[in-house]
């Protein structure tokens, strides 16, 4: 454990919170997840009962590990149960008005000395901290996805972040035994501004009618040796957060190159968001994906 926090409180118990609440609790830290409602965060403590319940099938874990990492993670059903926790982490939805909603709520319950970190692929940092009453304690921390298996942590300084905050969170990762990498705060930092453009293009692809979706993401699995096709990459990430992040290079960078791909919107748009809403560039419904173009 880092030395400064024990304690970490999740905010979203969505994809990207299962997963840091996950490797936090199994590194020793004591966890509080919360989200909207009470539903979400036992959903989302299922999936962290059925993950760990692998890492022991694959001896990844002991059982006696796997024991005392779910007895670490409790459920926060209110912002306020967070009021002690040295480190908080929002891992909420995509959409700058929901996070500044929540650090509105959050600010006031926490103890002053509390760091605050974000998980956007691809917001300001500098913007976000500002609708804090913390900026100087406030980082962006963002884990990748899926957070038990991803080495990386992009560690990105607001401009008022202090060192202190810096040297704690860079502790703190390196407890989780992940890697850092250090990323300056302009839009979608390092991973996403060179990942999405490539998957937006991968779409724009698909929109042309050059190839089909297997067609596509065969090439580049084949062809570019990626571990999985930009599609399947796409519907892995989340469709809605894909388009929130080209939409935020696009108007960050004022680059046409950055457009999100209209075909993107209109999957959006029928919430055909992915694997996580079950249909996507794939449907997985059945017991293997099948495209959907
Ligand atoms: P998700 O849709 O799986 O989960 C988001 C969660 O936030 C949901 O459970 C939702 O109920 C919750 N939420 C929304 N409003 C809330 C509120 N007001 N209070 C409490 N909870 C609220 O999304 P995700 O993929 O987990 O993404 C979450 C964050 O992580 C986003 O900022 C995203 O950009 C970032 N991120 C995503 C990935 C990825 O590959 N999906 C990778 C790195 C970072």
Redesign the pocket.
């Known amino acids: 454990m880092s030395s400064t926090i024990r304690s970490v409180g999740i ?7 299962c997963g840091i609440a996950q490797v936090c609790a199994v590194a020793g830290y004591d966890v509080r997840l ?4 009470e539903d ?1 965060v036992e959903a ?1 403590l299922a999936t962290i009962n059925g993950n760990l319940a692998r890492q022991v099938s694959s001896s990844k874990l002991s059982e006696a590990e796997r024991a005392s990492a779910l007895e670490r993670i409790t459920a926060a059903p209110g912002v306020d149960d967070l009021a002690s926790m040295d480190l908080v982490i929002e ?4 959409d700058e008005t ?2 500044r ?2 650090y509105q709520q959050l600010c006031p319950v926490l103890n002053p000395e509390a760091i605050l970190a ?6 300001s940092i500098t913007r976000l901290a500002s609708a804090t009453d913390r900026p100087e304690r406030f980082i962006g921390m ?4 899926p957070v038990p298996v991803m080495k990386l942590v992009e560690l990105v300084r607001g401009i008022a972040t202090e060192d202190v905050t810096f040297k704690s969170a860079n502790a703190f990762i390196a407890s989780l035994d992940k890697t850092i990498t250090v990323a300056e705060d302009f839009p979608a930092f390092i991973v996403n501004r060179i990942l999405l453009p490539m998957i937006n293009e991968a779409i724009y692809t698909l929109y042309e009618g050059v190839g089909t979706v297997e067609a596509i993401d065969t090439a580049m699995k084949l062809g570019a040796n990626h571990p999985m096709g930009p599609l399947q990459l796409a519907d ?3 469709l ?2 894909c388009l ?2 080209m939409q935020v290079l696009y108007d960050g960078l004022a680059d046409s190159k950055y457009r999100p791909c209209p075909l993107l919107v209109k999957y959006v748009e029928a919430g055909w968001l992915g694997r ?1 809403s079950g249909r996507g560039f794939y449907d997985y419904r059945g017991d293997t994906p099948v495209p959907t173009r």
């Open positions: 905010v979203g118990a969505g994809q990207m919170g919360h989200d909207v409602t979400k989302g891992a909420v939805t995509e929901v996070k909603k929540i974000t998980n956007t692929s691809s917001l963002h884990f990748m996805n892995f990430i989340g809605d957060t929130s992040i996580k």
